[in-house]
């Protein structure tokens, strides 16, 4: 009875034992198995030594660069090869700079070199090199003056500086007394100080179109020019009540519109001319160009004093 219940117990698939027992592995299986392992051992161990070969060479590399560095630190700077297209020195620029005597030529700091010349208000635009075994090799471009100003500062005397096209105003260095003498005073200007220069002046390119204009077409009415006044100038475009007032050592002042300074220069000419060959007996005070077509001139008599207005065509 017992016997006939166990094997109904035993009749469903769900009751059969289903745990399946390891088997023994042949010695065959068990030889692949160790190839199997023994390249996943032997793969991952190449791939150690690539990486630790690699790892060698960038060090060999770091050292012999190192190497490298090291010698060139020991080579001392002999030589500075200067060049300009102005009128500063090899010498003014070894004072300025006061590098250190030996200094190692590896040592210098071209950044550095480069932003320490171009503080000096004359200097341009600075190209700095490196000319192995041991030059530095400078380029450097300067501003070129077209005015000049007188600077009283505080309680302080009043300094000479000088102004380019670009309205840089600079204390100018190495120039000739007789070049700096030539040039015509600028006034009637705000300076805004920022730190140890000036702010630039707007506008300036203005001006020196007139000046160099003058000097190259008319030179010899721009040998009487004294001073340039801005305080009737306006830079900006559309500004026709700017005016330009020139102080001048024989036709008193001179009053110059913004547009057309070929014209203007032309009439001028043409007036002062006319006003020596008809030998006035008056001194002229101003001769205003500003208008298109024609120009207003004021004589004062050297016998009465009175002032005549004239318009000249």
Known sequence: MEHREDKKRLSSWRDIDQTKGHRSLTPIARWKKLQYYGKLIGSAAIVVCCVLGALWALRIVQIKSRSIRVEGVTQILKRIDFETDGILTGQWCKDFLKLPESVPFMDVNLFQVKTQLESFGQVRSVVVERQFPDTLKIHIEEYRPVLRIAVKEDSKPAQLFLISKEGIVYQGVGYQREIIGKLPFLTGVPLNKVGNSFQRLEGMEIISRLISLANIKKPHLYANWKSLSCEQFDHRVGAEW???????????????????????????????????????????????LSTDTQAAVQLTSVFTGKKQSQVRQ
């Open 242 to 288: 700017s005016r330009i007032r020139v102080s001048t050592k024989d036709v008193g002042e001179v009053i110059f519109g913004t547009q057309d300074f070929s014209e203007q220069l032309d009439r001028l000419d043409f007036i002062v001319k006319n006003l020596k060959a008809s030998q006035k007996e008056g001194r002229v005070e101003y001769i205003d």
